[in-house]
Antibody, heavy 122, light 106 residues
Framework: QVQLQESGPGLVKPSQTLSLTCTVSGGSISSGSYYWSWIRQPAGKGLEWIGRIYTSGSTNYNPSLKSRVTISVDTSKNQFSLKLSSVTAADTAVYYC??????????????WGQGTLVTVSS | EIVMTQSPATLSVSPGERATLSCRASQSVSSNLAWYQQKPGQAPRLLIYGASTRATGIPARFSGSGSGTEFTLTISSLQSEDFAVYYCQQYNNWPSFGQGTRLEIK
């Protein structure tokens, strides 16, 4: 059974770069036709898709965040990562990684990691 | 961007009764719609994909219907563990979520 686990700093200063890693266990990140996504949720609010990566390295990003987001994959470590630059307080949220599955071009998500809270504050 | 609108924002239902949650898309998403359940402090859990297909391990009391722009999640007989927040998500274009419906005990 595939499981995902986010890791990274819980506190980031404004204008700096937020960096998170998702470690996939219970299966190879390269097996199957899956996409690997990042999704975030500000406290008490809804969910926002940030972007995704395929194990080939192909990426797609939410247009509203595209200029600040980079998602990469390390298949040797069974991990994928998120970098979000020039952060502000509006980027404070719980960040989830998730496996994307679909018969269409884009994905539904299953399973999800447990989430990690990132706070942007000086 | 495809905007997903869920209604109502909060639904109060008694255990054992039926709950009906609605989700509307700002443009057609065909059947490319999923539903998730989220409990406090937990990640969302996939319930339904393809508008009506239950995910693995999801009880039969959960059912989804609809296509195009109008979708419904029905929980036929509410159990105590079903009280949570429910989100719809379209994946016909880059993914977007509704703002959620909070299902609370009446």
């Amino acid at each position: 059974q595939v499981q995902l686990q986010e890791s990274g700093p819980g506190l980031v200063k404004p204008s700096q770069t937020l960096s998170l890693t998702c470690t996939v266990s219970g299966g190879s990140i390269s097996s199957g036709s899956y996409y690997w996504s990042w999704i975030r949720q500000p406290a008490g609010k809804g969910l926002e898709w940030i972007g995704r990566i395929y194990t080939s390295g192909s990426t797609n990003y939410n247009p509203s965040l595209k200029s600040r987001v980079t998602i990469s994959v390390d298949t040797s470590k069974n991990q994928f990562s998120l970098k979000l630059s020039s952060v502000t307080a509006a980027d404070t949220a719980v960040y989830y990684c998730a496996r994307g599955i679909s018969a269409a071009w884009y994905n539904w998500f299953d399973p999800w990691g447990q989430g990690t809270l990132v706070t942007v504050s000086s | 961007e495809i905007v997903m609108t869920q209604s109502p924002a909060t639904l109060s239902v008694s255990p054992g009764e039926r709950a009906t949650l609605s989700c509307r898309a700002s443009q057609s998403v065909s059947s490319n719609l999923a539903w998730y359940q989220q409990k406090p402090g937990q990640a969302p859990r996939l319930l339904i994909y393809g508008a009506s297909t239950r995910a693995t391990g999801i009880p039969a009391r959960f059912s989804g219907s609809g296509s195009g722009t109008e979708f419904t999640l029905t929980i036929s007989s509410l159990q105590s563990e079903d009280f949570a927040v429910y989100y719809c998500q379209q994946y016909n274009n880059w993914p977007s979520f509704g703002q959620g419906t909070r299902l609370e005990i009446k």
